[in-house]
């Protein structure tokens, strides 16, 4: 009786043991080396973070990031010349046709701020979209215009030309900035618009974050706008922006967060099309969200729904991409903040476990 | 020249070079047929109107045409030439006639460094130093003096058309001076004593050893050129990469190069995508002209200098 139940236990501990490495978190014991990905520059740092804690978590799996551009990781994605695709923008209704058996994982939340420098004015200037899109068309051309003055009537706003500032590389960042403008300004949406390189009425270009980060610094009464990393590392100042609630929001972690959690709870499956998904144009209309900033944007991950139309694709490696992607919504979501970004909200972390757990391998389930 | 049975090495020789200017000739072709045929939607959508267009419209209308990137790429490039040349030549003729012997070598190292710094640092150097320089103290006094004409009117910022000019002749100093120093030490000693002999001071020396090495200052400048007409990183840094034809050099501009390197990579639209192999190829094509006719001015000089001799 005794060994009867020495054995049903050491045989449940056995089974828990072999379901647990079968399970999501564990190892994929049958594959030793790369994962190829490509895509946007803006989540790059926090992927690189992603693989070189991956590779202690599970030695002989490395993944290497390509950051060559939304662009570019779509079209090498399309291609099936990479393992996974990363983009800051999903696919559009072109492209999703396109492609067939695309699934969209969102991996990380980011947000895009206004940044300026005014000698003299250190913080606290506050601006509505509408404003803010009149200063990018080249209406309001001087900080001392009567539109900025009455949203500000304890600064002291001196009468000089604006400088605008914007990107000149073609970049998601650009897209969510110039999708925030078409959402807030009529004028912009039918003579500018949104897209990863616009005609900009105004400005100087400048390439890269960095770039512009280093052109608003040059510039005294410049205005910009950066990744939210950016802005903090390069300790900018910051434009307190209006939300449609009504609320000047500053560019903070739990803005970013509060978007996200607004903007969650109307996204699509991983393996419908999400063209029309933006955190931007969610919080258009959304007068609850008092919290949220309103320039914040998912970065995704691309992924085939079954492996097997990659080449070089073996049933291993891509059970071993999927484990990755699964540590990376889950405990990798811990790094986002340090470098950042905003990790995921929970109701996105449970979209995402649907998502991957459609991933197959000729037909075969990963997870 | 006598002749000399070939012999098995030079056979071998001789093929090697073959096939190494073969695969030059290849690759020139390969490049131009990839540009062609990438950028055949493009071409045949707008035609003629790509190169006088002055929309770049990748988000709405959709229309590409590149004249103001043609322009800011040859003004720039004619700044650079205009500023660099003159003292690349003051450079060469000082490290091969003038500067004391032992100074040359040192002299010469420390102009040759300058071509090894990279362009990201000559624009990190533009946007940091060069630019905010010029615009608080140069620009002024410009403006003071030549404000009158249009070319030099209008605010600034310190980035713009001639800034980006400006650092593209520091870029090409190297080049021009070290390729020209090398030419006018070419000339042969007997030609310097000659005119010594009859009583020439150093300088009419110099002057004839320049007129002497006029076709090997035209190879010079003609380097400078294509580095100048196909600079990047330096002059997206510091033009402002802003898309039209500036009424002002002080204003921001754009070059083929600079959109190019800009615009690539997050490009998805395949009329956009062609558009940009377009800047490619009409940048390929310029560069093209200006080495032939650089050549066709030195072989025109070479045959002039051959009829002086005759004389």
């Given at each position: 009786?005794?060994?009867?139940?020495?054995?049903?236990?050491?045989?449940?501990?056995?089974?828990?043991?072999?379901?647990?490495?079968?399970?999501?978190?564990?190892?994929?014991?049958?594959?030793?080396?790369?994962?190829?990905?490509?895509?946007?520059?803006?989540?790059?740092?926090?992927?690189?973070?992603?693989?070189?804690?991956?590779?202690?978590?599970?030695?002989?799996?490395?993944?290497?990031?390509?950051?060559?551009?939304?662009?570019?990781?779509?079209?090498?994605?399309?291609?099936?010349?990479?393992?996974?695709?990363?983009?800051?923008?999903?696919?559009?209704?072109?492209?999703?046709?396109?492609?067939?058996?695309?699934?969209?994982?969102p991996m990380v939340i980011g947000g895009v701020v206004a940044a300026y420098n005014v000698p003299g004015l250190s913080s606290g200037l506050r601006l509505t979209g509408d404003v803010l899109a009149r200063i990018f068309l080249g209406e309001i051309t001087s900080w001392g215009d009567q539109d900025i003055r009455s949203l500000n009537p304890s600064l002291d706003l001196p009468d000089k030309p604006i400088v605008v500032v914007h990107r000149s590389d073609g970049s998601g960042t650009t897209?969510?900035?110039?999708?925030?403008?078409?959402?807030?300004?009529?004028?912009?949406?039918?003579?500018?618009?949104?897209?990863?390189?616009?005609?900009?009425?105004?400005?100087?270009?400048?390439?890269?974050?960095?770039?512009?980060?280093?052109?608003?610094?040059?510039?005294?009464?410049?205005?910009?706008?950066?990744?939210?990393?950016?802005?903090?590392?390069?300790?900018?100042?910051?434009?307190?922006?209006?939300?449609?609630?009504?609320?000047?929001?500053?560019?903070?972690?739990?803005?970013?967060?509060?978007?996200?959690?607004?903007?969650?709870?109307?996204?699509?499956?991983?393996?419908?099309?999400?063209?029309?998904?933006?955190?931007?144009?969610?919080?258009?209309?959304?007068?609850?969200?008092?919290?949220?900033?309103?320039?914040?944007?998912?970065?995704?991950?691309?992924?085939?729904?079954?492996?097997?139309?990659?080449?070089?694709?073996?049933?291993?490696?891509?059970?071993?991409?999927?484990?990755?992607?699964?540590?990376?919504?889950?405990?990798?979501?811990?790094?986002?903040?340090?470098?950042?970004?905003?990790?995921?909200?929970?109701?996105?972390?449970?979209?995402?476990?649907?998502?991957?757990?459609?991933?197959?391998?000729?037909?075969?389930?990963?997870? | 020249?006598?002749?000399?049975?070939?012999?098995?090495?030079?056979?071998?020789?001789?093929?090697?070079?073959?096939?190494?200017?073969?695969?030059?000739?290849?690759?020139?072709?390969?490049?131009?047929?990839?540009?062609?045929?990438?950028?055949?939607?493009?071409?045949?959508?707008?035609?003629?109107?790509?190169?006088?267009?002055?929309?770049?419209?990748?988000?709405?209308?959709?229309?590409?045409?590149?004249?103001?990137?043609?322009?800011?790429?040859?003004?720039?490039?004619?700044?650079?030439?205009?500023?660099?040349?003159?003292?690349?030549?003051?450079?060469?003729?000082?490290?091969?006639?003038?500067?004391?012997?032992?100074?040359?070598?040192?002299?010469?190292?420390?102009?040759?460094?300058?071509?090894?710094?990279?362009?990201?640092?000559?624009?990190?150097?533009?946007?940091?130093?060069?630019?905010?320089?010029?615009?608080?103290?140069?620009?002024?006094?410009?403006?003071?003096?030549?404000?009158?004409?249009?070319?030099?009117?209008?605010?600034?910022?310190?980035?713009?058309?001639l800034t980006a000019g400006i650092i593209l002749a520091i870029m090409i100093v190297p080049t021009v001076s070290a390729v020209s120093r090398e030419v006018f030490s070419a000339v042969p000693n007997s030609q310097r004593e000659a005119f010594f002999a009859i009583g020439a001071t150093r300088w009419e020396v110099a002057r004839h050893v320049f007129s002497y090495a006029r076709s090997g200052v035209i190879g010079a400048v003609t380097l400078g050129l294509g580095r100048a007409l196909g600079?990047?990183?330096?002059?997206?840094?510091?033009?402002?990469?802003?898309?039209?034809?500036?009424?002002?050099?002080?204003?921001?501009?754009?070059?083929?190069?600079?959109?190019?390197?800009?615009?690539?990579?997050?490009?998805?639209?395949?009329?956009?995508?062609?558009?940009?192999?377009?800047?490619?190829?009409?940048?390929?094509?310029?560069?093209?002209?200006?080495?032939?006719?650089?050549?066709?001015?030195?072989?025109?000089?070479?045959?002039?200098?051959?009829?002086?001799?005759?004389?």
């Amino acid at each position: 009786m005794v060994v009867v139940a020495v054995l049903a236990i050491v045989g449940v501990g056995l089974l828990a043991a072999s379901l647990l490495q079968g399970g999501p978190s564990g190892t994929a014991p049958g594959f030793r080396g790369q994962l190829q990905g490509a895509g946007a520059t803006f989540p790059y740092p926090f992927y690189s973070k992603l693989a070189a804690e991956y590779s202690k978590v599970v030695p002989g799996v490395q993944v290497n990031y390509n950051s060559i551009g939304s662009g570019g990781g779509i079209r090498q994605f399309t291609d099936k010349t990479v393992d996974f695709g990363a983009s800051d923008a999903p696919l559009t209704g072109a492209q999703y046709s396109g492609v067939e058996g695309v699934l969209h994982v969102p991996m990380v939340i980011g947000g895009v701020v206004a940044a300026y420098n005014v000698p003299g004015l250190s913080s606290g200037l506050r601006l509505t979209g509408d404003v803010l899109a009149r200063i990018f068309l080249g209406e309001i051309t001087s900080w001392g215009d009567q539109d900025i003055r009455s949203l500000n009537p304890s600064l002291d706003l001196p009468d000089k030309p604006i400088v605008v500032v914007h990107r000149s590389d073609g970049s998601g960042t650009t897209f969510v900035w110039t999708q925030y403008l078409s959402t807030v300004s009529e004028a912009w949406a039918s003579r500018v618009g949104a897209s990863t390189s616009v005609n900009w009425p105004v400005g100087l270009g400048g390439s890269g974050n960095n770039g512009v980060a280093g052109l608003i610094q040059q510039n005294p009464y410049s205005i910009g706008y950066v990744e939210y990393t950016y802005a903090v590392l390069n300790d900018m100042t910051v434009v307190y922006l209006q939300n449609a609630a009504g609320m000047f929001v500053p560019p903070t972690a739990e803005a970013f967060s509060a978007a996200a959690e607004a903007a969650s709870l109307s996204l699509p499956r991983g393996d419908q099309s999400w063209s029309q998904v933006s955190i931007v144009r969610a919080l258009a209309n959304d007068t609850r969200a008092g919290a949220a900033y309103p320039v914040t944007s998912f970065t995704y991950v691309l992924i085939y729904r079954d492996m097997s139309v990659v080449p070089g694709m073996n049933l291993d490696k891509a059970r071993a991409l999927v484990k990755f992607l699964w540590w990376a919504i889950h405990e990798g979501q811990s790094y986002a903040q340090p470098l950042g970004y905003v990790p995921l909200p929970s109701s996105v972390v449970t979209l995402d476990e649907a998502t991957l757990r459609m991933v197959t391998f000729s037909g075969e389930p990963l997870l | 020249m006598p002749s000399h049975p070939i012999r098995g090495g030079d056979r071998i020789f001789r093929a090697a070079a073959m096939a190494a200017a073969t695969i030059a000739l290849f690759l020139v072709l390969g490049i131009a047929y990839t540009l062609l045929e990438g950028s055949y939607p493009s071409v045949g959508r707008f035609g003629l109107g790509f190169i006088l267009g002055t929309e770049w419209d990748p988000a709405i209308k959709m229309a590409f045409g590149a004249l103001p990137l043609i322009w800011g790429t040859l003004v720039t490039s004619a700044i650079a030439l205009l500023l660099g040349v003159p003292v690349s030549l003051g450079v060469g003729l000082l490290l091969s006639e003038f500067a004391p012997r032992r100074s040359r070598f040192p002299l010469s190292l420390l102009v040759e460094l300058l071509a090894a710094v990279p362009s990201v640092v000559y624009g990190l150097w533009g946007i940091f130093i060069l630019a905010p320089t010029l615009r608080d103290f140069v620009y002024p006094a410009l403006q003071a003096a030549l404000g009158f004409l249009p070319s030099f009117s209008g605010s600034y910022s310190g980035l713009g058309v001639l800034t980006a000019g400006i650092i593209l002749a520091i870029m090409i100093v190297p080049t021009v001076s070290a390729v020209s120093r090398e030419v006018f030490s070419a000339v042969p000693n007997s030609q310097r004593e000659a005119f010594f002999a009859i009583g020439a001071t150093r300088w009419e020396v110099a002057r004839h050893v320049f007129s002497y090495a006029r076709s090997g200052v035209i190879g010079a400048v003609t380097l400078g050129l294509g580095r100048a007409l196909g600079e990047t990183m330096a002059v997206t840094m510091v033009i402002g990469n802003r898309f039209e034809i500036p009424s002002s050099l002080f204003q921001p501009g754009y070059t083929m190069a600079a959109l190019i390197a800009s615009e690539f990579n997050e490009a998805t639209d395949p009329l956009y995508v062609s558009s940009i192999v377009e800047v490619g190829l009409l940048l390929f094509a310029i560069t093209l002209s200006v080495s032939i006719v650089a050549r066709l001015l030195v072989r025109r000089s070479m045959k002039l200098f051959r009829e002086v001799g005759n004389e």
